[in-house]
Antibody, heavy 120, light 108 residues
Framework: QTQLQESGPGLVKPSETLSLTCTVS??????????WGWIRQPPGKGLEWIGR???????YYNPSLKSRISISMDMSNSQFSLNLSSVTAADTAVYYC????????????WGQGKLVIVSS | SSELTQDPTVSVALGQTVRITCQGD??????ASWYQQKPGQAPLLVMY???KRPSGIPDRFSGSNSGTTASLTITGAQPEDEADYYC???????????FGGGSKLTVL
């Protein structure tokens, strides 16, 4: 059973870079059947897809965030990471990492979520 | 199109049938998937593809897709089905993920 766990600071100052890491266990990280993605949810609001990465390193980002996002992988540690630059209060959200099944493009396993607050 | 539209609130009497809908141009080419989210929890995949349920999802959940509309139907709604439901699909290019705005289901 695949498990995902987000880690990183829960408080980030405005204009700085938000950095989160997702650690994957369960053995599917290097499979070509899956992508790995980030999703966020501002308090009291809906889900927003941030981006995804494939085992080859190819990425796709939400066009509305593309200029500020970078997603990378560390195959040796079964981790993938999110960097979101120049944050503002509008980036305050619960950030989820999840496994994206390639055949149907659905998120079938999710981390528990990490609340990140942007505040000085 | 880059949008999926859902009714913000939906209600159903206990034991009755409810349909939650999702509209968007991308649904002409791609199946919708559906996620259930309860307060304080991560979303849970409940339906995907052409009426496929992940392991452990009760068979009172079913899905359908027609043209630009997808539906999640709960037949015999239970108190534990009260949650927010989000539809999702690929965008028209096939590379991006879209989420609907969510539907809050109340079981009366």
């Amino acid at each position: 059973q695949t498990q995902l766990q987000e880690s990183g600071p829960g408080l980030v100052k405005p204009s700085e870079t938000l950095s989160l890491t997702c650690t994957v266990s369960g053995g599917s990280f290097s499979s070509d059947l899956y992508y790995w993605g980030w999703i966020r949810q501002p308090p009291g609001k809906g889900l927003e897809w941030i981006g995804r990465i494939y085992y080859s390193g190819s990425t796709y980002y939400n066009p509305s965030l593309k200029s500020r996002i970078s997603i990378s992988m560390d195959m040796s540690n079964s981790q993938f990471s999110l960097n979101l630059s120049s944050v503002t209060a509008a980036d305050t959200a619960v950030y989820y990492c999840a496994r994206l099944r390639g055949s149907y493009y659905v998120f079938d396993f999710w981390g528990q979520g990490k609340l990140v607050i942007v505040s000085s | 199109s880059s949008e999926l539209t859902q009714d913000p609130t939906v209600s159903v009497a206990l034991g009755q049938t409810v349909r939650i809908t999702c509209q968007g141009d991308s649904l002409r080419g791609y199946f919708a998937s559906w996620y259930q989210q309860k307060p304080g929890q991560a979303p849970l995949l409940v339906m995907y593809g052409k009426d496929k349920r992940p392991s452990g999802i009760p068979d009172r959940f079913s899905g359908s897709n027609s043209g630009t509309t997808a539906s999640l139907t709960i037949t015999g709604a239970q108190p534990e089905d009260e949650a927010d439901y989000y539809c999702s699909s690929r965008d028209s290019s096939g590379n991006y993920v879209l989420f609907g705005g969510g539907s809050k289901l109340t079981v009366l």
